[in-house]
């Protein structure tokens, strides 16, 4: 609805412009607020443990986010026997990043290259246990991803 201001209440000329500067500096006391904020652009920090959510649909939502050289978080907890919806990405770079993680009791074998759009994969863990998740990129004379750090622990509990 658009609104007539009655001249005789109109709000002052000067006040207003006084709204709007104070309205700016506000803005950008936000703005560098966020920009200087410890963890805003980092969902997590790495070495974070994060046990996962179980969401309204059932499952448990976990996003794992792969750089160089790190998996963040590194150690997940989830529930055993329910459903995981696992989100995984990389940082964007151009150094190729995988998630691989292997928990052979509930006969899950995850290999898969990270982009930097987020991908979902879903499986249920069966059994309990800790398994590690890691990146098997390696260049020919270097130590592998996992070896600089591209590791964590997917913790599986009852
Ligand atoms: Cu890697």
Redesign the pocket.
């Known amino acids: 609805m658009l609104r007539k201001w009655p001249k005789s209440n109109r709000p002052d000329n000067r006040l207003e412009r006084g709204a709007l500067k104070s309205g700016a500096l506000y803005l950008i006391a936000i703005l560098s607020a966020l920009l200087v904020m410890p963890g805003f652009a980092e969902q997590y920090a790495t070495g974070d443990v994060v046990q996962a959510v179980i969401d309204v649909d059932g499952k448990q939502r976990v996003q794992i986010r ?1 750089g ?2 790190f998996f963040t978080p590194n150690h997940i907890i989830v529930k055993v026997n329910v459903p995981v919806a696992l989100s995984i990405m990389r940082e964007s770079g151009i ?4 998630f691989v993680m292997k928990i052979p009791e509930s006969r899950i074998m995850l290999d898969e290259s990270l982009s930097t759009e987020a991908r979902t994969i879903e499986f249920t863990p069966t059994a309990v246990g800790k398994y590690e998740f890691y ?1 098997r ?1 390696k260049l020919p004379f270097f130590r592998s ?1 996992e070896e600089k750090g ?1 590791k964590g622990v997917f913790e599986v509990i009852p």
């Open positions: 792969g160089s050289y150094v190729p990043h995988t990146c990129n991803h591209m």
